[in-house]
């Protein structure tokens, strides 16, 4: 029988650790719990349930500075952001509905937790880019702190980098302060079609390497861009490469035309306004749309853009294979059948092929699964014994997310 | 004054067997071990701090650099890494009994790959190096300290650096894909790669500014952007700096955010015209330049916003660089300011606080009163975007009791920075120099958790002691679980 701590106060929180670890109990930290599925499966008969911890309780729009509980949903915070014109420029997708959950839920303590970045990723940088600060409770009970809330800081060693991406393994964070920064006024997306995807990875990269910041740049292979809900994308019965350009209008139109031009060597294009491309790229970043069969494993490679088509291509070996690319190529999402090792094998020799590194994250399949397939990436044996030490220093007692990220030792 | 940790009168006492071993490791010239050749070595750009090194160790290879960690590690030896010693902070502070690890022999680029927007560079490399390396691609590396023609890569990863242009491009941390590193114990590690983030642990965030306290760094693998098609300033004049301050806040309001985007106050000002001539008005409080970069149609639109916010705020004087050639120069007082400042008084001594934008008139104003009640005189600049303040206190070492004055102002001013929701550092690092302020900031545990992240690297603390942390706890010490409370099963703890 699960029980279920319900801190209301980050003193709650200290008293919940403190209880856990002297009692040897591992805690299961939730906020909404819409990524429940990411990582390794926790056996612990005791869920950690932060989400009363929400609130902004500082936003100040000039400093581009904003603060907020651990259980505070990113949509209340978008929502605030949106009235300044302001937004979290790592543009987090919302992975909800590809774990099952409803879409809307996930709060801004997930979205740290798991360093969860979109398209924009690749121009203004990831979830653990834009944290600033935060207030924690470790493993072993005791409050600390890390940042403050400004950008420009140096002050000892930046916590905030181990916790992002930490998936709740140091500590439980009570509070965070992030950057937020001025929404672009205007959007517009390039298309091409029909490029296969070697081809794809040349006009992403001529893209980017241009001078006209380019906000994100995917491809979809035929199969996957019919499952859009843009009609220029859905309805072309084609691949669909896409790069985005925002900002100011002037600034916009410019080098939407601009690129247009630059890649029109690669065939005719289309563009898209407003509305259908914030959908497509809603779409892209939350990848359920694009890959919507739930029976499915799915796999998240971040690997070096120019590697992207060479790897998806080994992948493609795995029975019921289907991806797209994201990050200009460095960001495969591939779907496959999820049982025996789902593809684990492949996929993972397939990293090696590209010599300068990379990491497949199995994101989601069935539980036996994931129990005998680490979830995330294998590391070197040096690595992973500085992370043990490191998380071993935060929670002496394992008790906070055990065998979430690595696997249980023992 | 400074307290370092005492040394170790073993290590002393071995130190020719020391040099004899660090030769066998690293042949010829590469260990300097007369006291002429250590000299060099004994400060970096925080000079009011100086120490002979034990020993000096030039390696080439990385084995070479693990061999020598490896042999220190296992002999108790402290070593301090340094790249080209320009920290402000005494970041590269030598120890009486130290292995000063010297990266300037690892001065290769050794590839430039356009398509994934990067380059795979030693860290001995300039940060300039690198710019100029991807110049004819039109390509730069954006992270651009003052130091930029002299600083290292190695040393901008060790101390985060930042630089004029961060508020729109980010810091160091935000433009490194991977490391190639060496741990105390001998262990060569790579963090990242030419990928985005980490399937584990972000190590390449947590060694970013970690102040050569957590491992060496062998090889960096740095983002590339493009340049932007265009870059204008505009150079504003202002009555009072309230009025600059407010037209910062003004402009970030509108949805602006400029490549750059410096204040200097008055003090500041003239010492920089009479230096560099860069043409600035000398009947104003404070001035403000404004870049703005990326297509020209861009540029002009914004630079129209810009103009008419300053105006609205009450400025005197708006000048937008019509060329290159005059955008250089709006620049040219600001990046000579701490020069300027040199030539105006004997001797400086450059603060680094960070504060929230929005109160610093308060600081501003405090920092006049405690001109009077230090005795000395202040000179701003400040990277207004993003509230980083390098107040100049100007003083005379050679006057008794001055540098002491100089450096209890800025202690104060630090602890002001911190009081009003800011920070000690925001790109030089702690260092020595701020080291026993960071009680103003963290409580002990906030410390002590720190400290056990280096032991995690660095069980026995040899790798830069002595400085960031005031105290040195030992790690068997950090280590224990103590854990408070926790008996009773807490009932006022809602649970379902």
Known sequence: ?410 | MLKMPDPDKDVLARREEIVRALRQIVPGEGVIDEESGRRAYECDGLTAYQQMPMVVVLPETVEQVSAILKYCDAGGIRVVPRGAGTSLSGGALPLEDGVLLGLGKFNRILEVDEDNRCAVVQPGVTNLAITHAVTDRDMYYAPDPSSQIACSIGGNVAENSGGVHCLKYGLTTNNILGVQMVLMDGEVVRFGGRHLDSAGYDFLGLITGSEGLLGVITEVTVRLLKKPETARAVLIGFPSTEQAGDTVGAIIGAGIVPGGMEMMDKPAIHASEQFANAGYPLDVEAILIVELDGPEVEVDYLIGRVEELARAEGATEVRVSQNDEERERFWSGRKNAFPAVGRISPDYYCMDGTIPRRRLSEVLAAMRDMEKKYGLRVANVFHAGDGNLHPLILYDANVPGELERAENFGADILKLCVKVGGVLTGEHGVGVEKRDLMGEMFTEDDLKQQQRVKCAFDPQQLLNPGKVFPTLHRCAELGRVHIHGGQTRFPELPRF
């Open chain 1, 1 to 410: 029988m699960t029980e279920r701590l319900a801190p209301n106060t980050p003193e709650d929180v200290i008293a919940a650790v403190q209880w856990a670890a002297a009692n040897d109990a591992p805690l299961d930290i939730q906020g909404a719990g819409t990524k429940r599925g990411w990582g390794g499966v926790i056996r612990t008969n005791h869920v950690l349930d932060v989400s009363a911890l929400q609130g902004v309780t500082l936003y100040e729009a000039d400093e581009l500075v904003l603060s907020a509980g651990p259980g505070t949903t990113l949509i209340e915070i978008q929502t605030l952001l949106a009235e300044s014109g302001q937004q979290l420029a790592f543009e987090p997708p919302d992975l909800g509905p590809l774990f099952g959950q409803p879409p809307g839920l996930q709060t801004l303590g997930g979205v740290v937790a798991t360093n969860l970045s979109g398209p924009r990723r690749i121009k203004s940088g990831g979830a653990r880019d834009h944290f600033l600060g935060f207030s924690a409770v470790t493993g072993r009970g005791e409050a600390i702190k890390s940042g403050g809330r400004v950008v420009k800081n140096v002050t000892g060693y930046d916590l905030c980098k181990l916790f992002a991406g930490s998936f709740g393994t140091l500590g439980v964070m009570t509070t965070l302060t992030v950057k937020v920064l001025p929404a672009g006024e205007k959007t517009r997306t390039v298309l091409l079609y029909g490029l296969d995807d070697g081809v794809a990875m040349r006009a992403l990269t001529h893209a980017l390497n241009s001078a006209h910041e380019v906000s994100a740049a995917a491809h979809l292979p035929a199969g996957i861009a019919g499952r859009s809900a843009v009609g220029y994308v859905g309805d072309v019965a084609r691949s669909v490469t896409a790069v985005r350009v925002e900002g100011v209008g002037p600034s916009v139109e410019h080098r939407c035309a601009a690129l247009r031009e630059l890649l029109g060597i690669y065939g005719e294009g289309e563009e898209l306004h407003g509305h259908n491309s914030r959908t497509l790229w809603r779409e892209v970043a939350d990848v359920a749309t694009l890959l919507p069969d739930t029976e499915k494993a799915i796999w998240r490679l971040s690997v070096p853009p120019s590697m992207g088509p060479t790897i998806a291509q080994i992948c493609a070996g795995v029975p019921g294979a289907d991806w797209f690319y994201d990050w200009g190529g460095g960001l495969i999402w591939l779907a496959c059948d999820a049982a025996d090792e789902a593809g684990a094998n492949v996929v993972r020799t397939a990293l090696d092929h590209s010599h300068a590194g990379g990491h497949a994250t199995l994101m989601r399949a069935p539980d036996p699964v994931r129990q005998f397939i680490p979830p995330f990436q294998p590391q070197s044996a040096g690595v992973a014994a500085l992370s043990e030490r490191l998380r071993e220093n935060f929670d002496p007692k394992g008790i906070l997310n055990p065998g979430r990220m690595a696997p249980e030792p023992g």
